[in-house]
Nanobody, 124 residues
Framework: QVQLVESGGGLVQAGGSLRLSCAAS????????MGWFRQAPGKEREFVAAMHWSGDSIVYSDSVKGRFTISRDNTKITVYLQMNSLQPEDTAVYYC?????????????????WGQGTQVTVSS
């Protein structure tokens, strides 16, 4: 059983940056593939980024490509999402998620474990 706890959300002006962290416990973190998703009010949960456990494969949604960076530190058992050039449309609750199999990683239903989410609000 893997527990995930996100942190780092907050209020930022458009053009600003935030770094989200997702601390994991339980399980073997280094063998899990990690993803970030977000959900805005009234919308479905949306894929943001995913990283293979080895770090060899990273995927971003088109909406964040070039602005967001996913990374992981297996020694700290933490995955990060660096978000730059934030825009009001990035406002959402951001979730990290973990899955053992690297397959259909853009689909929320694929993931086995989820954090509780952290709010990101970008003001114009």
């Amino acid at each position: 059983q893997v527990q995930l706890v996100e942190s780092g959300g907050g209020l930022v002006q458009a053009g600003g940056s935030l770094r989200l962290s997702c601390a994991a416990s339980g399980g073997t973190f280094s063998s899990y593939n990690m993803g970030w998703f977000r959900q805005a009010p009234g919308k479905e949960r949306e894929f943001v980024a995913a990283m293979h456990w080895s770090g060899d494969s990273i995927v971003y949604s088109d909406s964040v490509k070039g602005r967001f960076t996913i990374s992981r530190d297996n020694t700290k058992i933490t995955v990060y999402l660096q978000m730059n050039s934030l825009q009001p449309e990035d406002t959402a609750v951001y979730y990290c998620a973990a899955v053992r199999r690297w397959r259909y990683y853009t689909s929320a239903t694929t993931y086995e474990y989820w954090g509780q989410g952290t709010q990101v609000t970008v003001s114009s």
